[in-house]
Protein backbone atom coordinates (compact mmCIF):
# COMPACT_ATOMS: atom_id res chain seq x y z
CA UNK A 1 0.00 0.00 0.00
CA UNK A 2 3.32 2.28 -0.36
CA UNK A 3 2.02 5.24 -2.15
CA UNK A 4 5.29 4.92 -4.31
CA UNK A 5 4.06 1.83 -5.80
CA UNK A 6 0.51 2.66 -6.03
CA UNK A 7 0.65 6.38 -7.29
CA UNK A 8 4.07 7.30 -8.26
CA UNK A 9 3.44 9.19 -5.35
CA UNK A 10 7.35 9.96 -4.37
CA UNK A 11 10.93 11.53 -5.76
CA UNK A 12 14.27 10.08 -6.18
CA UNK A 13 18.23 11.19 -6.63
CA UNK A 14 20.84 9.31 -8.04
CA UNK A 15 24.50 10.40 -6.89
CA UNK A 16 27.83 9.15 -8.52
CA UNK A 17 30.28 7.40 -6.14
CA UNK A 18 34.13 7.88 -6.85
CA UNK A 19 36.80 6.58 -4.82
CA UNK A 20 34.48 5.61 -1.90
CA UNK A 21 33.35 9.42 -2.30
CA UNK A 22 29.97 11.16 -3.34
CA UNK A 23 30.33 13.16 -6.41
CA UNK A 24 28.21 16.94 -6.36
CA UNK A 25 26.60 15.68 -3.30
CA UNK A 26 24.97 18.93 -2.24
CA UNK A 27 23.45 19.98 -4.83
CA UNK A 28 21.82 16.49 -5.03
CA UNK A 29 20.50 16.76 -1.98
CA UNK A 30 19.09 20.66 -2.58
CA UNK A 31 17.25 19.13 -5.21
CA UNK A 32 16.47 16.03 -3.55
CA UNK A 33 14.54 18.22 -0.87
CA UNK A 34 13.33 21.11 -3.30
CA UNK A 35 11.19 18.13 -5.12
CA UNK A 36 10.11 16.65 -1.83
CA UNK A 37 8.80 20.55 -1.11
CA UNK A 38 7.45 20.86 -4.53
CA UNK A 39 5.07 17.43 -3.79
CA UNK A 40 4.34 18.89 0.00
CA UNK A 41 6.32 15.38 0.97
CA UNK A 42 7.64 14.85 4.15
CA UNK A 43 11.34 14.92 3.96
CA UNK A 44 12.40 12.38 6.91
CA UNK A 45 15.85 13.95 8.05
CA UNK A 46 17.71 16.99 7.71
CA UNK A 47 20.29 16.96 4.55
CA UNK A 48 23.34 16.15 6.67
CA UNK A 49 21.87 13.05 8.37
CA UNK A 50 20.82 11.89 5.23
CA UNK A 51 24.75 12.02 3.62
CA UNK A 52 25.92 10.62 6.71
CA UNK A 53 23.68 7.61 6.39
CA UNK A 54 25.19 7.62 2.56
CA UNK A 55 28.38 7.14 3.35
CA UNK A 56 27.56 4.87 5.88
CA UNK A 57 25.75 2.61 3.13
CA UNK A 58 28.88 3.40 0.90
CA UNK A 59 31.31 2.01 3.80
CA UNK A 60 29.15 -0.75 5.04
CA UNK A 61 28.78 -2.07 0.94
CA UNK A 62 32.78 -1.32 0.37
CA UNK A 63 31.69 0.42 -2.84
CA UNK A 64 34.63 2.48 -4.37
CA UNK A 65 32.77 3.24 -7.81
CA UNK A 66 29.06 2.90 -8.42
CA UNK A 67 26.08 5.27 -7.42
CA UNK A 68 23.97 5.39 -4.37
CA UNK A 69 19.70 5.88 -5.28
CA UNK A 70 17.78 7.23 -2.52
CA UNK A 71 13.92 7.55 -2.85
CA UNK A 72 11.00 8.77 -0.81
CA UNK A 73 7.48 8.08 -0.97
CA UNK A 74 4.37 9.89 0.26
CA UNK A 75 4.19 6.67 2.39
CA UNK A 76 2.19 3.77 3.41
CA UNK A 77 -1.89 3.93 3.50
CA UNK A 78 -5.32 2.11 2.40
CA UNK A 79 -5.48 3.03 -1.11
CA UNK A 80 -7.46 6.16 -1.52
CA UNK A 81 -5.67 9.44 -3.64
CA UNK A 82 -6.30 11.93 -0.68
CA UNK A 83 -4.64 9.07 1.78
CA UNK A 84 -2.28 11.03 4.21
CA UNK A 85 0.11 8.55 5.29
CA UNK A 86 1.28 9.19 8.94
CA UNK A 87 5.40 8.98 7.99
CA UNK A 88 6.64 8.75 4.41
CA UNK A 89 9.05 6.14 3.05
CA UNK A 90 12.56 6.28 2.67
CA UNK A 91 14.84 3.50 0.71
CA UNK A 92 18.28 3.54 -0.33
CA UNK A 93 20.50 1.61 -1.97
CA UNK A 94 23.69 1.24 -3.74
CA UNK A 95 24.91 -0.18 -7.09
CA UNK A 96 28.46 -1.02 -7.91
CA UNK A 97 28.92 0.83 -12.28
CA UNK A 98 32.37 1.45 -13.82
CA UNK A 99 31.53 5.00 -14.43
CA UNK A 100 35.34 6.11 -15.50
CA UNK A 101 36.04 3.21 -17.62
CA UNK A 102 32.91 3.71 -19.82
CA UNK A 103 33.40 2.67 -23.00
CA UNK A 104 31.05 4.89 -24.23
CA UNK A 105 33.45 7.49 -23.34
CA UNK A 106 35.44 6.54 -26.51
CA UNK A 107 33.12 5.59 -28.91
CA UNK A 108 30.27 8.14 -28.38
CA UNK A 109 26.80 6.84 -28.46
CA UNK A 110 23.74 7.30 -30.21
CA UNK A 111 20.74 9.42 -29.91
CA UNK A 112 17.38 9.70 -30.77
CA UNK A 113 14.84 11.88 -30.80
CA UNK A 114 11.27 11.44 -29.69
CA UNK A 115 8.31 13.46 -28.66
CA UNK A 116 8.31 14.69 -25.15
CA UNK A 117 5.32 12.71 -23.37
CA UNK A 118 5.88 13.96 -20.02
CA UNK A 119 4.00 16.11 -17.65
CA UNK A 120 4.46 19.72 -16.96
CA UNK A 121 6.87 19.93 -13.95
CA UNK A 122 9.72 18.09 -15.37
CA UNK A 123 11.77 20.08 -12.99
CA UNK A 124 10.65 17.77 -10.01
CA UNK A 125 12.59 14.39 -9.96
CA UNK A 126 9.85 12.25 -9.54
CA UNK A 127 9.45 8.34 -9.80
CA UNK A 128 7.15 8.52 -12.38
CA UNK A 129 9.26 7.53 -15.16
CA UNK A 130 7.04 5.84 -17.34
CA UNK A 131 7.36 8.52 -20.05
CA UNK A 132 10.88 7.90 -19.96
CA UNK A 133 10.89 4.18 -19.87
CA UNK A 134 9.29 3.86 -22.92
CA UNK A 135 11.37 6.52 -24.80
CA UNK A 136 14.39 4.16 -23.74
CA UNK A 137 13.17 1.29 -24.95
CA UNK A 138 12.14 2.51 -28.41
CA UNK A 139 15.52 3.71 -28.05
CA UNK A 140 17.67 0.46 -27.39
CA UNK A 141 14.87 -1.20 -30.12
CA UNK A 142 16.48 1.38 -32.37
CA UNK A 143 20.17 0.86 -31.68
CA UNK A 144 20.41 4.04 -29.30
CA UNK A 145 21.60 4.32 -25.91
CA UNK A 146 19.60 7.33 -25.36
CA UNK A 147 16.82 9.88 -26.39
CA UNK A 148 16.08 13.21 -26.67
CA UNK A 149 12.68 14.84 -26.46
CA UNK A 150 11.05 17.29 -28.74
CA UNK A 151 8.60 19.15 -27.54
CA UNK A 152 7.81 22.79 -30.04
CA UNK A 153 10.57 21.83 -32.28
CA UNK A 154 13.23 22.00 -29.52
CA UNK A 155 14.89 19.53 -27.43
CA UNK A 156 13.85 19.55 -24.07
CA UNK A 157 16.36 17.00 -22.42
CA UNK A 158 17.74 13.40 -22.58
CA UNK A 159 15.17 10.64 -21.08
CA UNK A 160 17.85 10.04 -17.99
CA UNK A 161 20.53 13.40 -18.78
CA UNK A 162 21.17 17.00 -19.94
CA UNK A 163 21.26 17.85 -23.75
CA UNK A 164 23.94 19.65 -25.15
CA UNK A 165 25.25 20.93 -28.57
CA UNK A 166 28.67 23.00 -28.95
CA UNK A 167 28.03 24.89 -32.32
CA UNK A 168 30.35 25.26 -35.41
CA UNK A 169 31.68 28.50 -33.70
CA UNK A 170 32.26 26.49 -30.44
CA UNK A 171 29.36 27.89 -28.05
CA UNK A 172 28.43 25.21 -25.49
CA UNK A 173 24.70 25.09 -25.56
CA UNK A 174 22.25 23.79 -23.47
CA UNK A 175 18.61 24.75 -22.57
CA UNK A 176 18.03 26.81 -19.36
CA UNK A 177 16.25 25.42 -16.30
CA UNK A 178 12.47 25.85 -16.13
CA UNK A 179 10.05 23.31 -15.40
CA UNK A 180 10.33 21.95 -19.09
CA UNK A 181 13.82 19.71 -17.61
CA UNK A 182 15.14 18.71 -14.67
CA UNK A 183 17.86 20.88 -13.35
CA UNK A 184 20.99 18.61 -14.10
CA UNK A 185 23.18 18.94 -11.07
CA UNK A 186 26.13 17.65 -13.48
CA UNK A 187 25.23 20.10 -15.95
CA UNK A 188 25.70 22.55 -13.21
CA UNK A 189 29.41 21.31 -12.12
CA UNK A 190 29.72 20.73 -16.21
CA UNK A 191 28.65 24.58 -16.83
CA UNK A 192 31.06 25.90 -14.22
CA UNK A 193 34.40 24.09 -15.13
CA UNK A 194 33.63 25.19 -18.58
CA UNK A 195 33.15 28.68 -17.65
CA UNK A 196 36.49 28.77 -16.10
CA UNK A 197 38.28 26.81 -19.08
CA UNK A 198 37.16 29.99 -21.10
CA UNK A 199 34.65 28.51 -23.26
CA UNK A 200 31.18 30.61 -23.91
CA UNK A 201 28.25 28.96 -22.89
CA UNK A 202 25.00 30.07 -24.32
CA UNK A 203 21.46 29.09 -22.09
CA UNK A 204 18.93 27.92 -24.59
CA UNK A 205 16.87 25.95 -26.61
CA UNK A 206 17.75 24.18 -29.69
CA UNK A 207 16.05 22.11 -32.43
CA UNK A 208 16.96 19.02 -33.74
CA UNK A 209 18.14 19.89 -36.89
CA UNK A 210 20.75 22.43 -35.16
CA UNK A 211 21.89 19.63 -33.27
CA UNK A 212 22.25 17.32 -35.96
CA UNK A 213 24.49 19.95 -37.63
CA UNK A 214 26.51 20.84 -34.31
CA UNK A 215 30.17 20.48 -34.43
CA UNK A 216 29.80 18.07 -31.12
CA UNK A 217 27.04 17.27 -29.30
CA UNK A 218 26.81 15.76 -25.58
CA UNK A 219 24.86 14.79 -22.66
CA UNK A 220 25.56 14.97 -18.83
CA UNK A 221 23.86 13.02 -15.97
CA UNK A 222 24.59 11.79 -12.35
CA UNK A 223 25.92 8.01 -13.96
CA UNK A 224 27.54 8.79 -17.05
CA UNK A 225 29.41 12.34 -16.42
CA UNK A 226 29.87 13.65 -20.08
CA UNK A 227 29.71 11.57 -23.19
CA UNK A 228 29.70 12.61 -26.33
CA UNK A 229 26.83 12.21 -29.18
CA UNK A 230 28.11 11.11 -32.42
CA UNK A 231 24.62 9.92 -34.29
CA UNK A 232 21.18 11.69 -33.95
CA UNK A 233 18.40 9.92 -35.70
CA UNK A 234 21.27 8.21 -38.27
CA UNK A 235 22.88 11.39 -39.31
CA UNK A 236 26.16 11.90 -37.42
CA UNK A 237 27.17 14.67 -35.44
CA UNK A 238 29.81 16.88 -37.32
CA UNK A 239 32.42 14.05 -38.29
CA UNK A 240 30.27 11.31 -36.36
CA UNK A 241 33.59 10.59 -33.80
CA UNK A 242 33.83 12.14 -30.27
CA UNK A 243 34.31 15.44 -29.90
CA UNK A 244 37.48 17.32 -28.64
CA UNK A 245 35.16 19.50 -25.93
CA UNK A 246 33.12 16.57 -24.76
CA UNK A 247 36.32 14.74 -23.96
CA UNK A 248 37.60 18.02 -22.35
CA UNK A 249 34.89 18.80 -20.18
CA UNK A 250 34.62 14.68 -19.31
CA UNK A 251 38.40 15.12 -18.14
CA UNK A 252 37.75 18.20 -15.80
CA UNK A 253 34.60 16.65 -13.90
CA UNK A 254 36.46 13.52 -13.40
CA UNK A 255 39.36 15.18 -11.92
CA UNK A 256 37.58 18.18 -10.29
CA UNK A 257 34.99 14.98 -8.33
CA UNK A 258 38.37 13.30 -7.26
N1 LIG B 1 18.86 10.88 -14.34
N2 LIG B 1 17.29 14.91 -17.03
C1 LIG B 1 16.64 13.80 -16.64
C2 LIG B 1 15.25 13.56 -17.15
C3 LIG B 1 17.26 12.89 -15.76
O1 LIG B 1 16.59 11.80 -15.35
C4 LIG B 1 18.58 13.13 -15.32
C5 LIG B 1 19.30 12.21 -14.36
C6 LIG B 1 19.23 14.30 -15.77
C7 LIG B 1 20.62 14.67 -15.34
O2 LIG B 1 20.63 15.10 -13.99
P1 LIG B 1 21.90 14.91 -13.05
O3 LIG B 1 23.06 15.51 -13.79
O4 LIG B 1 21.58 15.66 -11.84
O5 LIG B 1 22.06 13.43 -12.86
C8 LIG B 1 18.54 15.16 -16.62
C9 LIG B 1 19.41 9.95 -13.39
C10 LIG B 1 20.86 9.72 -13.55
C11 LIG B 1 18.58 8.67 -13.43
O6 LIG B 1 17.37 8.79 -13.51
O7 LIG B 1 19.15 7.57 -13.34
Known amino acids: MDRGFLFADGIYEVTAVLDGRLVDSASH ?12 IAFPWPVDAIEAMERELI ?41 IDNPAADTGIKVVSLPDIRWARRDIKSVMLLAQVLAKREAAARGAQEAWMIEDGFVTEGASSTAWIVTTDGTLVTRPNSRAILPGCTRAAVEALGLAEGLRIEERAFTLTEAQSAREAMVTSASTFVLPVVMIDDRPVGDGRPGPIAAKLRGLYIAAAR
Open 59 to 99: ARNGMEEGTVYLQITRGVAERDFLSEPDSPTFVAFTQPKRL
Open 29 to 40: LARFQRSAEALA
